[in-house]
């Protein structure tokens, strides 16, 4: 079935550093790539996403690569900062345009 | 624009008892989804509503009832509460259609079965 793996499960970086999460998809058909952030107490938020006809979209400290070829797409936060410190969840459209969701990220920003 | 809203944001329930949550989308958005979010199981579809009418469902029992009326505000049942259902059920809401639209979530309803 389709199924979306992210890694790492947590992922701990010195403040001002750069972080990668990873996420592959198995749905070939997929070509709408969202991640989000969860912040404790709050429902995810969506910080940037991408379409299968760009390999690569920035929004400031923020990107994210696609692979289609590979089937990876990937989170890249440079500068991290104390307030990137949360869930990270990626997701991959599926048929019936329903997302597909990773298991997620705890991202820790050391001090 | 107000964004998605969940009511009631806690809820406290025992064992058979059945409950209803709600959820009101963005304005103008047409579909709204619902997951189960639960520590260290991340994201569960429940089902989706677009235009009064379920267009998707996740492997979740019949307990789990939905339905979504003319505003495209909806609601959430379940039914016959067990200890395995306090969990953090989250709303979303999308324009819909026939091209994928980014998902808008609220901040949840957090249901704790006793």
């Known amino acids: 079935g389709e199924n979306v793996e992210q890694h790492p499960s947590t992922l701990s970086v010195q403040e001002g550093d750069s972080a990668v999460i990873k996420c592959t998809y198995s749905?070939?058909?997929?070509?709408?790539f969202p991640w989000y952030k969860q912040e404790l107490g709050k429902g995810p938020q969506l910080i940037i996403d991408?379409?299968?006809n760009v390999g690569e979209k920035k929004d400031q400290r923020i990107a994210v690569t696609l692979n289609k070829t590979a089937k990876h797409f990937s989170l890249h936060i440079t500068e991290t900062q104390p307030e990137d410190s949360a869930v990270y969840f990626c997701?991959?459209?599926?048929?019936?345009?329903?997302?597909?969701w990773g298991a997620g990220t705890k991202l820790i920003i050391k001090p | 624009k107000a964004g998605v809203t969940q009511t009631p944001r806690y809820l406290i329930k025992t064992r058979g008892q059945q409950v209803t949550l709600s959820c009101s989308p963005i304005?103008?958005?047409?579909?709204v989804s619902w997951y189960q979010q639960t520590p260290g199981q991340g994201l569960q579809f429940l089902f989706e509503?677009?235009?009064?009418?379920?267009?998707n469902k996740g492997n979740f029992p019949g307990r789990f009832s939905g339905r979504q009326f003319s505003n495209s505000r909806s609601e959430m049942n379940v039914s016959t509460l067990e200890l395995g259902d306090s969990a953090l059920y989250l709303c979303?809401?999308?324009?819909?259609?026939?091209?994928?639209?980014?998902?808008?979530f609220g901040d949840g309803t957090r249901l704790s079965i006793l």
């Open positions: 979303a809401s999308s324009l819909g259609g026939a091209s994928y639209q980014p998902q808008h």
């Open positions: 304005s103008g958005h047409r579909s």
């Open positions: 509503y677009f235009s009064e009418t379920q267009r």
């Open positions: 749905d070939s058909a997929s070509n709408y």
């Open positions: 991408i379409r299968s």
């Open positions: 997701a991959a459209q599926g048929s019936n345009y329903q997302l597909i």
